[in-house]
């Protein structure tokens, strides 16, 4: 599989990595990646950034050493409607939203509720990509996450850092497995993200890939390989490369 593109990942700001911006750009250009998403932490996790620094992203130029750059944030799912805690005003700058569950910001329900969590955050505009929702610390419905995900046209993410053994996240190999079954069924595409928080990780989705080829999981339902098909999904990337825009390094 041509893979060229890592969507979710980390840096200094996050509070819990350990490279900056520009460092995990160059990393991804030296493994040949094409595109590349940088989604820092919303408030709720300790040590993220201020919403500020979501307000600036005007100023850190698109494609750099050749890779196409998305700034967004890893937004986080605070309660069973799917609210998210990153405030309207912060919002406008985002290329990208992914919404994830996480265990300081979220308490969990019962099934019924940690599926009407996700539900909601999809029904809003700013999230593109659900993010790891293979974690079996928080039970879902994942038939009823997969068809709406197609309905609502967002990305259900599977997540490289989940797979990697002695992850916190519990059974995340076997509710993966459940959720790409599923996305198979309905014919609903994934992206495969590294979730990476060092640079050496940037755009590392062989636990990812694996899985993959050992279920025989169609190529043309994995949004990696095309930066058009991605585009269908986020209208950031859209936009981007409708402008076009100059290279720096």
């Known amino acids: 599989m041509n893979d060229i593109m890592d969507l979710?990942?980390?840096t200094i700001i996050s509070g819990h990595a350990y490279n900056t911006l520009y460092e995990m750009v160059h990393s991804a250009a030296a493994k040949g990646l094409k595109l590349l998403g940088v989604t820092e932490h919303a408030p709720r996790i300790p040590?993220?950034?201020?919403?500020?620094?979501?307000?600036?992203f005007k100023?850190?130029?698109r494609q750099i050493g050749g890779v196409?750059?998305?700034l967004g944030c890893e937004l986080n799912i605070v309660d069973y409607d799917g609210n998210i805690d990153l405030e309207p005003r912060y919002q406008k700058g985002l290329d990208l939203g992914i919404a994830s569950i996480h265990e300081p910001c979220y308490t969990c329900g019962t099934t019924a509720q940690n599926t009407a969590a996700?539900?909601?955050?999809m029904k809003n505009p700013?999230?593109?990509i659900i993010g790891h929702p293979d974690d079996g610390r928080f039970p879902t419905d994942y038939e009823t996450l997969?068809?709406?995900a197609k309905e609502h046209h967002v990305l259900l993410e599977i997540n490289n850092s989940?797979?990697?053994p002695g992850c916190s996240r519990k059974d995340s190999r076997k509710n993966a497995a459940t959720i790409l079954e599923y996305c198979r069924q309905y014919q609903v595409p994934v992206i495969l993200d590294s979730d990476a928080h060092c640079e050496v990780d940037v755009g590392n989705h062989s636990y990812a890939h694996t899985l993959l080829d050992e279920i025989g999981f169609p190529e043309d339902l994995v949004v990696n390989t095309s930066l058009e098909k991605a585009a269908a999904f986020l209208p950031g990337l859209k936009k981007l490369l409708a402008s076009g825009g100059s290279d720096h390094d």
């Open 146 to 148: 997969v068809c709406a």
């Open 68 to 70: 196409r750059l998305l």
């Open 47 to 56: 040590g993220a950034c201020h919403p500020f620094y979501f307000l600036n």
């Open 162 to 164: 989940s797979l990697v």
């Open 59 to 61: 100023v850190v130029p």
């Open 126 to 128: 700013i999230v593109q």
């Open 8 to 10: 979710h990942t980390h």
């Open 118 to 121: 996700y539900l909601g955050a």
